[in-house]
Nanobody, 126 residues
Framework: DVQLQASGGGLVQAGESLRLSCAAS????????IGWFRQVPGKEREGVSC????????VYADSVKGRFTISSDNAMNTVYLQMTSLKPEDTAVYYC???????????????????WGKGTQVTVSS
């Protein structure tokens, strides 16, 4: 079974940093696209960043470009999202997701993925 376990969320002040982790199991990690998405209650889900570890292709939402960095540790089957210069508008539940890599990473950022983990709450106070 595909399993995705997100962790690392918390409460921080604006301008601070957090690192989210997504531990993946049950599928060939380097053949899949792994991504981070976020959602605020009452709003549509937003793609934050995606990566395919086999070639390092990455994509970011415009709202986080330059502040967030996605990376993967293939030996640990883990994807990280380093979030810096956090803003109150980054407050959301962050979800880790995965799909078999059939398309470019941008497609998944815009369309979502097949497998989803439980979210981790990120709250940024002003």
């Amino acid at each position: 079974d595909v399993q995705l376990q997100a962790s690392g969320g918390g409460l921080v002040q604006a301008g601070e940093s957090l690192r989210l982790s997504c531990a993946a199991s049950g599928f060939p990690f380097d053949h899949y696209v792994i991504g981070w998405f976020r959602q605020v209650p009452g709003k549509e889900r937003e793609g934050v960043s995606c990566i395919i570890s086999s070639d390092g292709s990455k994509v970011y939402a415009d709202s986080v470009k330059g502040r967030f960095t996605i990376s993967s540790d293939n030996a640990m089957n883990t994807v990280y999202l380093q979030m810096t210069s956090l803003k109150p508008e980054d407050t959301a539940v962050y979800y880790c997701a995965a799909s078999l890599g059939r398309y470019g990473v941008r497609w998944y950022l815009d369309n979502g993925m097949d497998y989803w983990g439980k979210g981790t709450q990120v709250t940024v106070s002003s």
